[in-house]
């Protein structure tokens, strides 16, 4: 039995994975199938969202655990099948005024981040409620023709399978306790249907349209990162989250960044970065063609799991932005 952690949390998930061939798939892709096919999705009441917004104190932002625990102890399976692609695409995101972070060093597994940068602000905390527990992961705005999405991953809405999370919302920026930008409660939440219907580390992806705060959408007040699918595997990128358990603190913003490799070891079609982020982390983002002068990348990946044990137990893995995913996207971005 293969088993991999959610990286919402440090909580162990057991996951089976069979039809493996030393350990790599050799399936074909799936077929494409319509948009809608692909997306599960639940509204939030007006009531709700209000709710939400007054629900997170800082108290309760400080109180909220590691997610992991929604999936203790559940089977769950990976397709290892690989996943579709279609044509490749990238989204643009939208300016916004912030500090130049500082060049980092070449591949780096993991740490604070001290540079500033479109990143800060467009990556923040993920709030949530599901079965009557308070949980945290991580997000970031994302380009969308709403210009109110964030996107996480999908363990960070959705039990997989099971119910969607309540009390959802998003604060970026976040840097212990603090909220400058405010909070932006979800009014819809999407996820694959191969997430939502058996918990697939493959299409571990979350997009929830927010409402207002201040005033402002989400992309009008800390900007947007644009989004890709269908590119290239095996690039160099950067991820970003805040991760909670030892040696982080929840509170501020961490990252690692390197090239990326395939899952040899579990079979799934996402990709590994050697990272030392812990629990919080989920849904963090995962960047290509990143610059670490300006904090601005394209959106390829999120944070989602890693191995408790193995040769790639010090990665941390994605899931690959194809057709399934981009689909997903494009339900809720529009």
Same mark, same amino acid.
């Given at each position: 039995m293969?088993?991999?952690t959610?990286?919402?949390?440090s909580?162990l998930?057991?996951?089976?994975?069979?039809?493996?061939?030393n350990?790599?798939?050799t399936?074909a892709?799936?077929?494409?199938?319509k948009?809608?096919?692909?997306?599960?999705s639940?509204?939030?009441?007006?009531?709700?969202?209000?709710k939400?917004?007054t629900?997170?104190?800082?108290?309760?932002?400080?109180?909220?655990?590691d997610?992991?625990v929604?999936?203790?102890n559940?089977s769950?399976?990976?397709?290892?099948?690989s996943?579709a692609r279609?044509?490749?695409?990238?989204?643009q995101?939208?300016?916004?005024?912030a500090k130049?972070?500082?060049a980092?060093?070449?591949?780096?597994?993991g740490?604070? &981040?001290s540079?500033?940068?479109k990143?800060?602000?467009?990556t923040?905390?993920?709030?949530?409620?599901?079965a009557?527990?308070? &949980?945290?992961?991580?997000g970031?705005?994302?380009?969308?023709?709403?210009?109110?999405?964030?996107?996480?991953?999908?363990?960070c809405?959705?039990?997989?399978?099971?119910?969607?999370?309540?009390?959802?919302?998003f604060?970026?920026?976040?840097?212990n306790?603090?909220?400058p930008?405010?909070?932006?409660?979800?009014?819809?939440?999407?996820?694959s249907t191969?997430?939502?219907?058996s918990?697939?580390?493959?299409y571990?992806?979350?997009?929830?349209?927010?409402?207002?705060?201040g005033?402002k959408?989400?992309?009008d007040a800390?900007?947007?990162?644009?989004?890709?699918?269908?590119l290239?595997?095996g690039?160099?990128? @950067?991820?970003?989250?805040?991760?909670?358990?030892?040696?982080y603190a929840?509170?501020?913003?961490?990252?690692?960044?390197?090239?990326?490799?395939?899952?040899?070891?579990?079979?799934?079609?996402d990709?590994?970065l050697?990272?030392?982020?812990?629990?919080?982390?989920?849904?963090?983002?995962?960047?290509?063609n990143y610059?670490?002068?300006?904090g601005?990348?394209?959106?390829?990946?999120?944070n989602?799991?890693? @191995?408790?044990?193995?040769?790639?137990s010090g990665y941390?893995?994605?899931p &690959?932005?194809g057709s399934v995913?981009?689909?997903?996207?494009n339900?809720a971005q529009?």
């Open positions: 293969i088993r991999r959610l990286v919402a949390a909580v998930g057991a996951i089976s994975a069979a039809g493996l061939v350990g790599a798939a399936a892709p799936r077929s494409e199938a948009a809608s096919d692909h997306t599960v639940k509204a939030v009441s007006k009531s709700a969202q209000q939400a917004k629900y997170w104190s800082s108290a309760r932002m400080k109180k909220a655990k997610a992991s929604l999936v203790k559940r769950k399976s990976v397709d290892t099948s996943v279609g044509k490749a695409q990238v989204v995101g939208s300016l916004a005024t130049a972070p500082k980092p060093q070449a591949a780096y597994g740490g604070y &981040y540079g500033g940068g990143v800060v602000q467009t923040g905390k993920v709030f949530f409620t599901l009557g527990s308070d &949980y945290v992961c991580s970031s705005s994302t380009a969308a023709a709403n210009k109110s999405l964030v996107q996480t991953a999908g363990h809405l959705n039990e997989g399978p099971g119910a969607f999370a309540t009390n959802f919302t604060v970026p920026a976040y840097n306790g603090s909220a930008y405010g909070q932006f409660a979800a009014t819809n939440l999407y996820t191969q997430w939502a219907n918990g697939d580390f493959n571990d992806i979350g997009y929830a349209v927010v409402g207002t705060a005033g959408k989400l992309a800390v900007g947007s990162q644009g989004v890709g699918f269908n290239s595997k690039a160099y990128m @950067y991820s970003f989250g805040y991760p909670a358990a030892s040696p929840g509170q501020k913003l961490a990252w690692c960044h390197g090239t990326v490799i395939a899952d040899t070891y579990g079979g799934s079609s990709q590994g050697a990272c030392n982020m812990t629990g919080g982390s989920s849904g963090g983002p995962w960047f290509i610059s670490t002068s300006t601005v990348g394209t959106l390829n990946s999120v989602s799991f890693k @191995y408790t044990g193995g040769p790639l941390m893995f994605g &690959y932005f995913i981009q689909s997903v996207y339900q529009a």
